[in-house]
T-cell receptor
C-alpha cells in the first residue's frame, strides 16, 4: 500500500462547477499538507499549504485536512478552463523528515 | 524573482551512458531536494541537501545515482550506466529552510534509449 492514495481520474467538469479532489494517507506522522498544481511538461506549483487539521481558504480554493480520518481535500469553486491541470496532494512529517510524499495526481479538465 | 532552474530541459541518452543533471535553486535557499516523476505518477523523493551535505539520501534507488552540492548552491544529479527504467522527469526543489515551502523547477526529462 502506498503512503498516499489519490484517485488519478481523469475528471471532467463544466466551467463554473465546484470541483472536489481528495487524498487519503496512512502515516499518522504527517503534519504538513500541500496541494500542488502541475501543467503539462511543467514543474509542480504550490497552491495551498496547511499545517495539521482544519480548513484554509484562498480565493476560489479551499483546503481541508481531517487528521483523524487521514483524509485531505481541495475544493475549487467557480472552476475555469485555466484550472485544467493535474492536481497533486503532498505531505510531510515536518521536523527532520522534510521530503514530500506525493499522491499520483488527479488530472482535471474544465470544459468551457 | 528567479525561480528554480534546471538544465538541460531534455536529455536523450543511450543505455549504459553517464548523465549529469543540473539544478540552480532560488538564491538564498539552503535546502535542496531531488525528486523523480515517472509518467502518470507523482514525484518520488530521491535526496535532500541542507547546505553542502546530503541530509537524507534514502530515496536514491541504487548506487548508480549520486548527487553533489559542493558550494551549497547548485546541485548536480549524476546517473551512471543508465538503464531504460531511469527514463523519467527529474525535478529539483528548493526551500528557504527545511521547514519552509518547497518550490519546484520545470524538471529535466530524461529518456534512455
Amino acid at each position: 500500500q502506498k503512503e498516499v492514495e489519490q484517485d488519478p481520474g481523469p475528471l471532467s467538469v463544466p466551467e463554473g462547477a465546484i470541483v472536489s479532489l481528495n487524498c487519503t494517507y496512512s502515516n499518522s506522522a504527517f503534519q504538513y499538507f500541500m496541494w500542488y498544481r502541475q501543467y503539462s511538461r511543467k514543474g509542480p506549483e504550490l497552491l495551498m499549504y496547511t499545517y495539521s487539521s482544519g480548513n484554509k481558504e484562498d480565493g476560489r480554493f479551499t483546503a481541508q485536512v481531517d487528521k483523524s480520518s487521514k483524509y485531505i481535500s481541495l475544493f475549487i469553486r467557480d472552476s475555469q478552463p485555466s484550472d485544467s491541470a493535474t492536481y497533486l496532494c503532498a505531505m510531510s512529517a515536518g521536523t527532520g523528515a522534510n521530503n514530500l510524499f506525493f499522491g499520483t495526481g488527479t488530472r482535471l479538465t474544465v470544459i468551457p | 524573482g528567479a525561480g528554480v532552474s534546471q538544465t538541460p530541459s531534455n536529455k536523450v541518452t543511450e543505455k549504459g551512458k553517464y548523465v549529469e543533471l543540473r539544478c540552480d535553486p532560488i538564491s538564498g535557499h539552503t535546502a535542496l531536494y531531488w525528486y523523480r516523476q515517472s509518467l502518470g505518477q507523482g514525484p518520488e523523493f530521491l535526496i535532500y541537501f541542507q547546505g553542502t551535505g546530503a541530509a537524507d539520501d534514502s530515496g536514491l534507488p541504487n548506487d548508480r545515482f549520486f548527487a553533489v552540492r559542493p558550494e551549497g548552491s547548485v546541485s548536480t544529479l549524476k546517473i551512471q550506466r543508465t538503464e531504460r527504467g531511469d527514463s523519467a522527469v527529474y525535478l529539483c526543489a528548493s526551500s528557504r529552510d527545511p521547514r519552509d515551502t518547497q518550490y519546484f523547477g520545470p524538471g529535466t526529462r530524461l529518456t534512455v534509449l
